[in-house]
C-alpha cells in the first residue's frame, strides 16, 4: 500500500454584497446566511446557516438559531453550539463601502480523484455479509469493512437482526485487509475480530485521540495502517481507498473506494461526511438509514413518552434528510441502504424495542427512484459484480449459522463482572477529567427498578471521590453539570473494570440518565468514549461466541 496523493478540490465561488442599510442591529436572516450588527450598526460576524452536526438548516429563532433534523442550537452570542462546544466558524467580509460590504460563499464545491482510471477488464466483486460489513474483492485483494458478525454489541444492548452466514467468516479468514471506521463495537467488535490472527492488515484513519487505533493496539493487534484523511492510498494496481472523516467532533469516518476506475463511497454512520465535500457522479453509494442507534431520548429521564416520541420520529426523518443529500451531492448510479441491521432482542429491553422504530431499506426504494438511482437491496445471498459502471446481480446458495442465546451472554455478565465501589472509586480518580460535572452512579438491575448497590458521588472539578445516601442525591448545583446515572450494576462494572467507552452505556440502552441543565455533556462523554480508554485493559468478553463459531466451520480452524 502507498500514498498516491490528495484530492483535487473544484470549487465555484460566488461574491455576495449586502446593503447594510437593509439590517437591524441584532441577528439578520439573509438568505442562507446571519448576519449580526452591532449597535454602533458594524457588522459583528457573517455566518452560513449550514449546521456543523449534520449539515442541516439552521432557523434563526431569537437569539439562537436551532437545526429542526437534530435540535442543535447555536448560541449567536458567542457562536458556540449548546451541546458540543463546537464554535461556528465566522466568514470573512470586507466593507466596500461605509453601508456596503462583500464576501465570498462556496455555491458547489466536491472532490476529484486525479488517480482514478480504468486498468484492467475486470469486474469489483461486492458482497453484504451483515449490519456494516462489506466485502470487496478486486483482481485477487479483499477488504472487508467494519466486521461485525457474531455475538451482542454494546454490552449486550444491540444484536444482529440475522444471523450470518457461515461462509461470511471464512471471508473474513481470507481477507487481505479489515477496514475500521471507529471504535463503536457494531463496528469494531472485538469478538468478530477474535476470529483472526493479531497479524492481520486493519486499516484505520488517523484521528487526533488515536482512539481506534490505541483500542485495536491494546487488544493485541500489531499490523495496523494509519491513513491520514483525504489522502488517496493505492492498496493494489486499480485499488484506491481514501478515508473521509466526519464533519463534526466526533470520531468517525467514511470510505472511499476507486476500484478500476469506479467510484464507491460508503458514509457509515457520519454526520455532514467531510462537510459535505465529497466526489460527484459516482457508481455505488452506501448510507446508515435505520436510525435508532442512539440512547438518546429513550435513555434520558427528562423527556415525557410523547417528547421522545415527537424526537424519535424527527430523527428518523432527519436520517432519510441526510441520505437525500447525500444522493444529491454524489449523484451516485446505484444506492444501497446499510449499516442499520441491528435489534433489542434481549428481554429485558422490550420496551425499547417496542418505542425504537427504525426506518426500513424499502422507505428508501422510492426515495431513489424519483431521484434517477438504481436501488439496490441489501441480501446475503446476492453477490454484486460491478463493472464498465454497472451492476451484475447474481444469487448464491448460503447456509446460515446456529442462532446465540441471548439469555446466555447476559447470565455470563452478571457472574463475569461485580461491583466494587474502591475500583470506581480508583477509575476515576485516574481518569484525568477536571470538568465542571458532577456524576452520581446508581447501580441497578434489569429493569432500573431497583437500587442493588452503594451510590457513588463524584465532583470532578473539586475531586471529591465518595459513596453517598439515595436520599443525598442533588438534582442541582450552581455552575455545574449534573448527571444522575442509574445503570446496570453488572455493566457498569464491566465497562470500569476494562475501560469501555462510555457511549457503550447510551447506545446500548444500559442506563438511564437525569441530567440538571437537560444539555449534552460533550466534553464528558468525549473524554470517557475516545480518552480515557483501554490503554492497559484488555477487552473482555465473557462469553465468547468465536468457540462454537469454529467448531461449526473447520476451516478457521487452519
Known amino acids: 500500500m502507498h500514498k498516491l496523493g490528495e484530492f483535487e478540490s473544484r470549487t465555484k465561488k460566488k461574491i455576495i454584497t449586502i446593503d447594510l442599510d437593509r439590517l437591524k442591529i441584532g441577528s439578520n436572516n439573509i438568505g442562507d446566511f446571519i448576519i449580526k450588527i452591532k449597535k454602533d450598526q458594524n457588522v459583528d460576524y457573517v455566518i452560513n446557516k449550514v449546521c456543523d452536526h ?29 451541546d458540543s462546544h463546537m464554535i461556528k466558524e465566522k466568514i470573512d467580509f470586507e466593507y466596500l463601502e461605509p453601508n456596503l460590504i462583500s464576501f465570498e460563499t462556496m455555491v458547489d464545491s ?39 458478525l457474531i455475538g451482542p454489541a454494546f454490552l449486550s444492548g444491540w444484536w444482529l437482526q440475522e444471523t450470518s452466514t457461515k461462509d461470511s467468516l ?22 468478530t475480530l477474535s476470529l483472526v490472527g493479531k497479524e492481520t492488515n486493519i486499516i484505520v484513519g488517523d484521528f487526533k485521540s488515536k482512539s481506534t487505533e490505541n483500542y485495536l493496539s491494546a487488544n493485541g493487534f500489531t499490523n495496523l495502517h494509519i491513513l ?36 464507491v463511497l460508503m458514509t457509515v454512520d457520519c454526520n455532514f461526511l467531510n ?42 426523518n432527519a436520517i432519510k434528510s441526510t441520505v437525500l443529500d447525500y444522493v444529491k451531492l454524489t449523484k451516485p448510479k446505484y444506492y444501497m441502504p446499510y449499516a442499520g441491521m441491528f435489534n433489542e432482542k434481549a428481554e429485558r429491553d422490550l420496551d425499547i424495542k417496542e418505542v425504537n422504530i427504525k426506518n426500513s431499506v424499502y422507505d428508501y426504494e422510492n426515495m431513489m427512484i424519483k431521484n434517477g438511482v438504481k436501488f439496490i437491496e441489501p441480501s446475503k ?34 457472574k463475569s463482572f461485580k461491583y466494587n465501589i474502591k475500583s470506581v472509586f480508583d477509575y476515576f480518580r485516574a481518569s484525568g477529567f477536571a470538568g465542571a460535572q458532577i456524576l452520581y452512579i446508581i447501580p441497578v438491575d434489569d429493569k432500573f427498578d431497583q437500587i442493588n448497590d452503594d451510590i457513588v458521588y463524584i465532583n470532578f472539578k473539586e475531586r471529591v471521590f465518595e459513596k453517598v445516601g439515595y436520599q443525598e442525591i442533588m438534582e442541582f448545583t450552581e455552575g455545574y453539570n449534573t448527571m444522575q446515572m442509574y445503570v446496570r450494576k453488572e455493566i457498569i462494572s464491566c465497562l470500569i473494570e476494562n475501560m469501555l467507552p462510555w457511549e457503550d452505556l447510551s447506545i446500548g440502552f444500559q442506563m438511564r440518565v437525569k441530567r440538571s441543565p437537560n444539555v449534552y455533556e460533550s466534553d464528558f462523554w468525549y473524554h470517557f468514549t475516545n480518552v480515557y480508554i483501554n490503554k492497559e485493559h484488555i477487552r473482555y468478553s465473557p462469553l465468547c461466541g468465536s468457540c462454537t463459531i469454529v467448531k461449526q466451520n473447520p476451516i478457521l480452524n487452519s
Open 275 to 316: 462537510s459535505h465535500k465529497l466526489p460527484v457522479n459516482i457508481d455505488v453509494l452506501m448510507t446508515s438509514f435505520a436510525g435508532g442507534a442512539s440512547g438518546f431520548p429513550l435513555c434520558y429521564i427528562n423527556y415525557d413518552g410523547q417528547e421522545k416520541l415527537k424526537i424519535l420520529n424527527r430523527n428518523r
Open 54 to 82: 449534520a449539515g442541516g438548516r439552521l432557523i434563526l429563532k431569537g437569539e439562537k438559531a436551532v437545526c429542526p433534523m437534530h435540535g442543535w442550537e447555536l448560541d449567536l452570542k458567542t457562536l458556540e453550539y449548546q
Open 110 to 148: 466536491h472532490l476529484v480523484n486525479p488517480f482514478c482510471e480504468k486498468k484492467a477488464d475486470e469486474g469489483v466483486i461486492i458482497r453484504w455479509l451483515n449490519h456494516a460489513c462489506i466485502y470487496i474483492k478486486f483482481k485477487g485483494t479483499s477488504i472487508i469493512t467494519d466486521p461485525w
Open 170 to 191: 471464512e471471508l473474513l479468514k481470507s481477507a487481505d485487509y479489515l477496514l475500521i471506521s471507529h471504535n463503536h463495537p457494531d463496528h469494531l467488535h472485538l469478538e
Open 228 to 263: 491520514e484523511f483525504k489522502e488517496i492510498y493505492e492498496i493494489t494496481n486499480g485499488f484506491q481507498l481514501s478515508i473521509l472523516k466526519s464533519g463534526d467532533f466526533r470520531d468517525d469516518s467514511g470510505f472511499y473506494f476507486s476500484i478500476n476506475g469506479q467510484q
Open 381 to 414: 445471498n446476492t453477490l454484486l459484480e460491478l463493472k464498465n459502471h454497472k451492476i451484475i446481480k447474481r444469487t448464491i446458495d448460503i447456509e446460515f449459522l446456529q442462532k446465540e442465546s441471548i439469555s446466555h451472554y447476559i447470565d455470563n455478565y452478571k
